[in-house]
């Protein structure tokens, strides 16, 4: 419908495109009939338009598409909806009601013509040629933003692929190299065999310091613990070496280390098993810490101000707290360190594992074995060594100073007695016997005594006490006690603010005896706990009274604790003993063979004393048999020493009395309080 039919040019030219427009709304105003115009319509569209321009005529508002450009006035090939949209403003200039155009209707202009097939678009009616220029844009993006994605996930594929095949290839690299079986992973290669920092450093690697250690990982279960030892061996207890491994009846006890107990119970001499420890390397990243141990180094300089140690290999580690636990090293006799390498070759320092291996396969090669020394470990090994001259032909020779064996603790009439003991082992035993020189003679040792006589024989061992190791008290600082020897540290075993000293080679503050040295296993056991405990703040001092053993063979024993010196006046009190009263029967009672690992610090009941005189204690006379007994060793009329002869498993009272450091007018009563004369 138009806008106004009264103003519409009259003529057969105007009829006849009324008519065709009628046609075209029709039709919808798309589709074939929109298309069909003539060259005709399309020049009158063009006159129209130059008399639209030079006539100044309004313009008509036609039902129908159409194109133009500016104000009305452009030709019929501009752009067909700027001129439709200049029709529109301007029959709104002219204030004319326009009515409401159907769904197919569109504005038209008078003076526009329908474009021809070469300029019309294929895209959304109305929307004209700019939409070709629209897609054309959007594709163009479109096209470039895949491109650009395309490319970089080729380039990332690429790299992925690269480093997947890198890593590939090193790890078969790695699982192929020598050794990388017992590595297990690269990470731990990666890492020093000695740690540069640990937390608890233990120099020394015997009893005290797997005690210390033990202890410490009782207090503090995520601490990390590195024992330095110069032994190649894992800690183990010593006690067996003079003991219970010369009674094995396995042949290859050099190589396993395994032996039956007097009680018939089989163990090894090493405190834990290898998997027990962490590797040294490991130790400064294990999640719960643990105990490692570095075998075969030694610490040869310790800086206290700067916390650190120098190994001999020349690493350094530093620590915030260390205990020294060297031990200490077996002396030898003037007269052997005079003699030549062809002596020192014959000799034997016992010591350690390695000196019990080659001690044991030395008794089966040679004819005669020369102990030197009389006290706990020259008469172990003798008795030991006498055990087997009774079925290989060996002979055993031991040789001391003293009147009988250990003469230096027991009372000589006990002394005596125990030398016969030994010699029904069948060892010579040699009393007063002072070495004077050592020489070789054809294919045998010559040993010439003091006294003029000659012993000739196959092999020495010398068993002549132990010199502490004291040796980075020099670049430590460190005071050694110029009487005893040793680390002098105070009563909670601490010799600075954080270093302590365990063991042998420890010089403690003893409050009931004084000033003391002790080279004992028990001794290292609760010292190396107490040092331990100490290093984890526990502030303890140390006051237990420490025991030790000895046994001739699983006959034979005796435990002592306190001062035990034959030179202080003696007490003993003696009974009939009867089987169970041997160092067998009591390992059988107590399920251990290391007698101390049974030993606790329970104080015994109080001690009963008698307020009446009674009789003079029982002094045994020669050639009595001294079954069991108890020894007292008295200091101005206080017990300060005690030896149980034979009776086993009542050292908590032997602890009770010495520590009450009472006196006891009749000791006969006080020996009653160890069941001595029970059957």
Known sequence: MGVDSSRRRPGPEAEAE??????????????????????????????????GRGGGRRPRMRRGGGGG?????????????????????????????????GPAAVLQCHHLRYPSRSLMSSGVPGKAGSNLLFY??????VT????????????????????????????????????????????????????SHVPFLLIGGGTAAFAAARSIRARDPGARVLIVSEDPSLPYMRPPLSKELWFSDDPNVTETLRFKQW???????????????????????????????????????????????????????????????????????????RAGKDVQQRL????????????????????????IGGGFLGSELACALGRRARTRGLEVIQL????????????????????EKVRKEGVNVMPNAVVKSVSVSGNRLVIKLKDGRKVETDHIVAAVGLEPNVELAKSAGLEVDSDFGGFRVNAELQARSNIWVAGDAACFYDIKLGRRRVEHHDHAVVSGRLAGENMTGAAKPYWHQSMFWSDLG???????????????????????????????????????????????????????????????????????????????????KVVVGIVLWNIFNRMPIARKIIKDGEEHADLNEVAKLFNIHED
């Not at 046609?23 to 589709?31: A, K, P, T, V, Y």
């Not at 452009?74 to 752009?79: L, N």
């Not at 100073?401 to 009439?413: D, F, R, S, T």
């Not at 204690?617 to 020894?631: A, L, M, S």
């Open 348 to 371: 034997t320092l016992f010591r350690k594992v390695e000196d019990f291996k080659s001690l044991e396969k030395i008794s089966r090669q040679v004819k005669s074995i020369t102990v």
């Open 136 to 141: 054309l844009i959007v594709g163009g993006t």
């Open 554 to 636: 699983p006959d034979v024993g005796y435990e002592a604790i306190g001062l035990v010196d034959s030179t202080l006046p003696t007490v003993g009190v003696f009974a009939k003993a009867t089987a169970k009263d041997t160092p067998k029967s009591a390992t059988e009672q107590s399920g251990t063979g290391i007698r101390s690992e049974s030993e606790t610090e329970a104080e015994a009941s109080e001690v009963p004393t008698s307020p009446s005189a009674s009789p003079t204690p029982h002094v045994p006379k020669e050639g009595e048999d001294y079954g069991k007994g108890v020894v007292f060793y008295l200091r101005d």
């Open 263 to 337: 009680n018939g119970k089989e163990r090894s001499i090493y405190f834990q098993p290898p998997s027990f420890y962490v590797p040294a390397r490991d130790l400064p990243f294990v999640e719960n810490g643990g105990v490692a141990v570095l075998c075969g180094k030694k610490v040869v300089h310790m800086d206290v101000r700067g916390n650190t140690v120098k190994l001999s290999d020349g690493s350094q580690i530093s620590y915030d707290k260390c205990l020294i636990a060297t031990g200490g090293t077996p002396r030898n006799l003037p007269a052997i360190e």
């Open 144 to 195: 470039g933003a895949g491109a650009y994605v395309y490319k970089t996930l080729r380039e990332n594929k690429e790299r992925f692929t690269s480093r997947v095949t890198t890593i590939t290839a090193r790890s078969q690299e790695n699982a192929s190299s020598p050794g990388a079986a017992s590595r297990g992973s690269a990470a731990p290669e990666a890492h020093p065999e000695v740690p």
């Open 18 to 51: 009324e008519e065709e427009e009628e046609q075209w709304r029709r039709s919808g105003g798309c589709g074939p009939l929109r298309q069909q115009r003539s060259g005709r319509n399309m020049a009158a569209a063009a006159r129209s338009g130059s008399a």
């Open 69 to 101: 450009r500016g104000g009305c006035s452009g030709p019929a090939g501009g752009e067909a909806a700027g001129a439709m949209l200049c029709c529109r403003l301007a029959a709104l200039g002219a204030r004319r009601p326009l009515r409401p155009l």
């Open 400 to 419: 001391f100073p003293e009147n009988g064996n250990m003469g230096k603790v027991l009372p000589e009439y006990l002394s005596n007695w125990t030398t």
